[in-house]
């Protein structure tokens, strides 16, 4: 026995009531549990569930409880109901069928009056339209959405009839948006349905794409059950229909790029999408390559063609070692680890031939960047050059990574990117620009063949960075990789690192501020000792004869620059007398840097040595000090290399 709490128009009347819910299915009346959003508003939605013995510990205190008829009754009432002649009642009845079969008790009992092939017999029929049909199939997915009967029991007879109101240019918004979440539960709930529902709709067909925004979530949700539940050649020929300009243009058009904001659950089908797409890859992904299969190795012979424009020397040409001197030393200049056999290098497992499959397209497609790419390295000293085709491998390897390849999709991600939708060769060409953006920050970075690891977690960072800023499109992708330099990516992380938690704490503030102004003096005499040592410069002459050499160091007293030219370099420190010449610091107006120097400024000196600008210092001298420093007038330049000078004024 369990007591209940009724209140009636809201006001609390707590009275309590056994009543034995083992009889319960027997009552023509029961009590139904009313959840409202808010007992304070004039309006509210209300939903009803009625109690059964699985539910019955789930009713709350507080809860408005309602006496109505009891679910058998509703059901045989609506069973008969939906059967009138008169259409008024017909549509009122489907209209309340509708709205009572979201409650799983009302659908067991319509169920048990065979009400679901009534439904489908009214549809296969033909003779409802508009409203009558739109609430007849509404009441059927509300139906079969509690899983009690099988999706494998309905005929072809109706699958078509539902894929009819799919293909027609107009329909009924509504039964068109019924229609569509019938198929898809079709395809996912039953592998014969799939072949059924395949056959008779066409994913290339225009008209499938509704121009209503609130269908399009709809119809993508069909393409990814299609897509899921397909045969592996049969998603390939689905990809490459997606891929057709059309319907990429449609998507993007009609979806992507649509006024109409993109709400979750359409982020979350077009992500669905995305990885359903890129999953394609993972066969080649997790295929190793044959070294004895020619046609693979061809591609490594046209990789080779186009990179350094030979031909594959017949073989009567030359001798053999010859011949294989002259592959391995092409091998070794495109980056291969394996310079007599590269072919080894693609079998390891991801990313097996999709990493081969980059770089031929590369190579195809994007000619000129891969040549550059390729000759640029393989002209570098061996310990600064990018290896091409162990960054091509290990970056493809990386884009699966982040792309999730071979993963099945996520319930709750709406993480999808529209870049990826703008072309039929979207992998690919993603790889195009990291491949360029990897080759890029090996410069700037000065890396070395044992900086190789940094280098790929910088690039990896970099490409993540870029995909957060969700771009439109490629080209804008890649505009924002411009923007992330190696050194923009250090400022973040300096950044990042000083805004956490820990580094804005109290206690590390106020350590900070205790400790600054003795780390400066300590830098600051640091940087005194450094000039008081002194350097020793290359002079350059009218000529740019590098033939002399020039000494500069500071007095001990941090006063006076003593300065002098030397015949040979010196070993080690060279004493102040021996310095001809001294300029007094009080006399110094200005320290200039890079291309603001003077001697930077004269004709040509700049665009011929650009990589030197940032390196030059010039110290400019007050007016009244001319007399006495000629050759200051004559523009005396420091020319500083990696250990520049630093003045402290």
């Not at 198929?183 to 067909?205: C, F, G, P, R």
């Not at 046609?295 to 030359?318: K, S, T, Y």
């Not at 040509?604 to 110290?619: F, I, P, T």
Request: aromatic share 8%; glycine share 2%; proline share 4%.
């Amino acid at each position: 026995m369990l007591p209940f709490a009724i209140t009636y128009h809201l006001v609390p009347l707590y009275l309590p009531i056994f009543w034995p819910l083992d009889s319960f299915e027997s009552l023509y009346t029961a009590l139904t549990v009313t959840a409202e959003n808010d007992l304070h508003m004039y309006t509210h939605v209300v939903v009803y569930h009625g109690i059964r013995q699985q539910n019955r510990n789930d009713i709350k205190n507080g809860s408005i409880l309602r006496l109505t008829t009891s679910p058998y009754q509703t059901a045989v009432q609506l069973h008969e109901r939906i059967q009138s002649s008169s259409m008024d009642a017909k549509l009122e009845a489907l209209k309340d069928l509708a709205n009572a079969s979201r409650d799983i008790t009302f659908a067991q009992e319509f169920i048990n009056l065979d009400g679901i092939s009534l439904l489908t017999q009214m549809v296969e029929s033909g003779t409802d339209f508009g409203d009558l049909l739109s609430f007849t199939l509404t009441a059927f997915v509300e139906l079969m959405d509690h899983g009690i009967v099988s999706w494998d029991t309905f005929s072809v007879a109706f699958i078509k009839k539902i894929a009819g109101y799919v293909n027609k240019s107009a329909m009924d918004i509504a039964v068109l948006q019924r229609s569509l979440a019938i198929l898809e539960s079709m395809v996912l709930n039953s592998q014969d349905l799939y072949h059924k529902v395949a056959q008779e709709i066409t994913i290339a067909n225009k008209s499938f794409f509704s121009n209503v925004s609130h269908i399009h979530t709809y119809t993508i949700a069909v393409i990814n059950a299609l897509f899921l539940k397909a045969p592996e050649e049969k998603r390939q020929d689905m990809a490459h229909i997606l891929a057709q300009k059309q319907l990429r243009s449609i998507i993007l058009s009609n979806v992507i790029r649509s006024p109409t904001p993109i709400n979750d659950e359409m982020a979350h089908q077009l992500y669905v999408l995305q990885v359903l797409t890129f999953n394609l890859l993972e066969d080649r992904m997790m295929t190793k390559m044959d070294p004895q299969d020619q046609a693979q190795r061809d591609i490594i012979f046209e990789l080779r063609r186009i990179a350094f424009d030979v031909e594959c020397e017949p073989n009567n040409g030359g001798s053999t070692e010859k011949r294989k001197s002259m592959y391995t030393r092409d091998y070794k200049k495109l980056g291969f680890i394996n310079h007599v056999n590269p072919a080894v290098d693609f079998t390891q497992i991801p990313p097996g031939m999709l990493a081969l499959d980059n770089m031929l397209y590369l190579a195809r497609h994007h000619q000129d960047a891969y040549i550059r790419i390729v000759l640029e390295n393989s002209s570098r000293e061996d310990k600064h050059e990018c290896p091409f085709g162990r960054s091509s491998i290990e970056l493809t390897k990386m884009l699966c990574e982040i792309l999730k390849v071979g993963e099945l999709p996520s319930e709750n991600c709406h993480d999808f990117h529209p870049m990826f939708f703008t072309h039929d060769r979207s992998f690919e060409e993603f790889f195009c620009i990291c491949i360029q953006l990897l080759n890029k920050t090996w410069k700037e970075m000065r890396a070395t063949s044992e900086d190789f690891n940094k280098v790929m977690q910088v690039v990896r960072e970099q490409i993540m960075r870029a995909l957060t800023l969700k771009p439109n499109s490629l080209d804008q992708f890649k505009s924002r990789l411009q923007n992330l330099s190696y050194t923009e990516i250090l400022k973040i992380r300096q950044s990042e690192r000083m805004n956490q938690e820990d580094f804005q704490s109290r206690p590390i503030l106020e350590l900070r501020e205790k400790i600054q102004p003795e780390i400066m003096e300590l830098i600051k005499q640091q940087r005194l000792n450094r000039l008081c040592e002194g350097t020793c410069f290359r002079k350059i002459s009218s000529r740019r004869r590098q033939d002399k050499f020039w000494y500069c160091r500071l007095s001990p007293n941090h006063k006076v620059l003593h300065y002098g030219d030397l015949e040979e370099s010196p070993q080690g420190e060279v004493p102040h007398d021996s310095l001809q010449d001294k300029l007094p610091v009080a006399d110094i107006k200005a320290v200039i840097t890079g291309k603001d120097c003077p001697h930077m400024k004269e004709k040509g000196a700049l665009k011929q040595n650009k990589v030197c600008a940032r390196m030059c210092l010039s110290v400019c001298v007050c007016v009244c000090v001319c007399v006495c420093l000629d050759t200051w007038v004559e523009s005396m330049i420091f020319h500083v290399k990696v250990c520049s000078i630093m003045l402290v004024m």
